[in-house]
């Protein structure tokens, strides 16, 4: 098949630059279906990106206004990689969206070549856009209800719970297949590491108010009090740094928290985190929780926030689950994973064991079952 994958965001290279799951999930199935197929990645400019790009067996065409990673804002450059990348004509017999901005390209793409239009959802955000990402949220609102409006010939949910939401938006139970994302197990595996040496917590996540990483540092405070040296790492950027680096502060945790940035290479992320003694995951909007499966495979527990699509995502295996915005209960489950051996020797256990039923090869043949079903 000739299969196009809109995305907003795509790696520049073979490093692997990836700051979030649908860039992820993105990557790894173009990875895997470029094996059999003629796969190209259609994608924002990012600064320092080329144009035009062909690596690992697929292409990548980097459209619209050049522009800097960003979860919000850049409308005029958002606008443009619409307008742009709807006017492509190519020789496709399949287009899958991946996320908002990229839906209505997809959909352009398929009507005006005429082959069948796949929305790959991760999340649906209708009726919650202002409440996760402010006043802004009103374009979100629009535009979701301009996709979902759309007759698409299938939707890939990544979780149960995203099916789900996507049911109750009214669309069909038949149009719907679940496939979550996956995880390549071999490069965690083969990556070597020793652990930090003191007490180590690490948090991969964009720096958004809905991630709450406001609690985690509230959560580190109280821990600090029962372990003095404990150590933050926090890889990732965005609008809420400045503010979070502020509360550190105010908290006394200059010399126990430190924010990493973007990390441009997805090995060195693997090895932070597997040097780490455990991960946390304190956001209360996700659709899947890819760095849960990331933990798992780098054998390090996680504390995370009871939230329903992490708990289908980890089967409570791995891990232990904190109330949402809770952040005592947050450092109480902490404390349970850096201190205790025997919870720990669990988690890695059933983590190990879990995270192998996501490997991408078996992921990526259901969702080219999919695509080969709307062919007929």
């Given at each position: ?44 400019r ?9 690596f ?24 443009s ?41 991760h ?36 979780s ?58 509230k ?35 200059q ?30 909007v ?30 409570r ?20 994973i850096?201190?205790d ?36």
């Amino acid at each position: 098949m000739r299969i196009a994958i809109v995305t907003e965001f795509f790696p520049k290279s073979e490093k692997v630059e990836i700051r979030g799951g649908v860039e992820a999930r993105a990557f790894h199935v173009a990875k895997q279906l470029a094996k059999t197929h003629d796969v190209t990645v259609i994608t924002t400019r990012e600064h320092g990106a080329r144009k035009k790009d062909e690596f690992l067996g697929f292409e990548v065409l980097r459209l619209g206004r050049e522009r800097r990673y960003s979860q919000k804002g850049s409308l005029i450059e958002r606008l443009s990689f619409v307008m742009e990348g709807g006017k492509i004509t190519g020789k496709f017999d399949v287009v899958d969206g991946y996320n908002f901005v990229s839906y209505p390209v997809a959909w352009e793409i398929a009507q005006r070549n005429k082959v069948p239009a796949i929305a790959t959802y991760h999340e649906v955000w209708l009726g919650k856009w202002i409440e996760n990402i402010g006043v802004g949220g009103v374009l979100g609102e629009l535009l979701e209800r301009y996709v979902l409006g759309r007759n698409w010939d299938k939707f890939i949910a990544v979780s149960r719970f995203t099916g789900e939401k996507l049911r109750e938006r009214g669309i069909s139970g038949r149009k719907i297949e679940v496939i979550p994302n996956g995880i390549e197990t071999r490069e965690y595996q083969k990556t070597r590491v020793e652990k930090f040496p003191l007490p180590t917590i690490c948090c991969i996540s964009r720096l958004v108010e809905y991630k709450h990483v406001d609690d985690l540092l509230k959560a580190v405070a109280i821990v600090k009090k029962d372990i003095p040296d404990v150590a933050c790492k926090i890889i990732g950027g965005g609008p809420e740094e400045k503010h979070l680096k502020s509360l550190a502060t105010r908290l006394g945790l200059q010399k126990n928290v430190e924010f990493l940035g973007f990390v441009e290479e997805h090995k060195e992320v693997v090895k932070i985190l597997k040097a780490s003694h455990a991960f946390c995951l304190p956001s209360v909007v996700e659709g899947f929780g890819m760095v849960l499966l990331e933990a798992m495979a780098s054998q390090v527990p996680y504390v995370a926030s009871e939230i329903e699509p992490l708990i289908e995502t980890t089967g409570r295996k791995g891990g232990l689950f904190f109330k949402p915005r809770d952040h005592r209960d947050f450092a109480d489950k902490l404390l349970q994973i850096l201190k205790d051996r025997n919870v720990q020797k669990k988690c890695v256990k059933e983590g190990s064991q879990h995270v192998q039923n996501y490997a991408w090869g078996s992921i990526v043949e259901k969702i080219e079952e999919v695509y080969e079903s709307c062919q007929r």
